[in-house]
């Protein structure tokens, strides 16, 4: 058994082959000059928004920015409420407060981790103007159910899919399913840019076409001198765009790898060792890694004495972080599970040995 090193997420190699790509688009963009908003970032808009089923994208700064021009495209602020999962990266949060809005945040899952449909649709309330659903670790969340809970009510459902580039639940992309969708391309995503960036998506050209407006300091269809919408800036990089779109050709091959080593992990992992569950109509994609396990401070130790790489998604669920104690619920399965949680290593390029290598580390510290 090999003692090499193993880390979380080794982007040179996974960015490696495509180097050439890379400088050859890099050259293009140099040449024509138009740095941002440039022919790159029209082009990847429409690829990536047929790749997830949808009509429409508009590429952005990041995936926070995207969560953000969605609530205020459907003009969600001041005396609403967005339904939030408290297991999520604290962006889904930040989104809602600077927009006006308050979080309602709201428990999980127990197998999977993500939104509990139940939870959401006893938190909704007069004031209730949409529900984020996350698709976290890259599993989408149950989409059957937490439709009906949007419907019945009739408020927004908005994804959240900042980890879920390609995921599918029964055949349906993240990103065709709500009202819009929010993506991130921060580097070590799924679909990972060589810097920051992020994506919304919809089925609504309407709304894209407010929000591709708001991101661009509120400007006028008519002319860009004139300025009608309140807005701001959040426009996507061509060079970005460029590299984006090299790597959506090969996002579900590499998205195959992800869960080639998945499996490999749910077949090889000790019995102390629990592997978050994937819905049966569910295809994740596998961002992360989660597992659960007793005693993490230990078993943490001893994957840092073996070199081997590991993450918490996430450590202090959001409605206990400090800056956020105003909004704290009573959340039983979500706090539960931040004192057992794990990221194990996980990338599209990942070896067997390595992944028998984590495991093997893990046999040792669990028993």
Known sequence: MSEQPVPFLDLASVNGDLRAEYEAAFSTVLGHGKFIGGPE????????????????????????????????????????????PANTFIATVEAVL???????????????????????????????????????????????RVLEVTRRHGIAFIEDAAQAQGAEFD????????????????????????????????????????????????????????????????????????????????LDKANAGRLRAWKQYVEELPSAVRPVS?????????????????????????????????????????HLDSAYTQFTESLPVVEAAAERILSLPMSPNMTEQQVSRVCEVLRGVTG
């Open 41 to 84: 970032v029209g082009k990847f808009e429409a690829e990536f928004a047929e790749y997830c089923q949808a009509r429409a994208a508009v590429g952005c700064g990041n995936g926070t920015d995207a969560l953000e021009l969605i609530l205020k495209g459907l003009g969600i602020g001041p005396g609403d409420e967005v339904i939030v």
């Open 98 to 144: 600077y927009v006006g809005a308050r979080p309602r945040f709201v428990d999980v899952l127990p197998d999977t981790l993500l939104i509990d449909p139940d939870a959401a649709n006893a938190a909704v309330n007069k004031n209730t103007a949409a529900v984020i659903g996350v698709h976290l670790f890259g599993q989408m969340v149950d989409i059957d």
């Open 171 to 250: 055949g349906k992309r993240a990103g065709s399913q709500g009202v819009a969708t929010g993506f991130s391309f921060y580097p070590g995503k799924n679909l990972g840019a060589l810097g920051d960036a992020g994506a919304v998506v919809t089925q609504d050209t309407e709304l894209a076409d407010k929000i591709r407006r708001i991101a661009d300091h509120g400007r006028s269809a008519e002319s860009r001198f004139l300025h009608d919408l309140v807005g701001r800036n959040s426009r996507m990089d061509s060079v970005l765009a460029a590299g984006l779109s090299i790597k959506l050709r090969g």
């Open 278 to 318: 994937t819905h049966p109509k569910a295809a994740a994609v596998h961002h992360v890694a989660v597992v659960e396990v007793e005693n993490r401070d230990k078993v943490c130790t001893a994957l840092d004495e073996a070199g081997v790489g590991w993450g918490l998604h996430y450590k202090t669920p959001c």
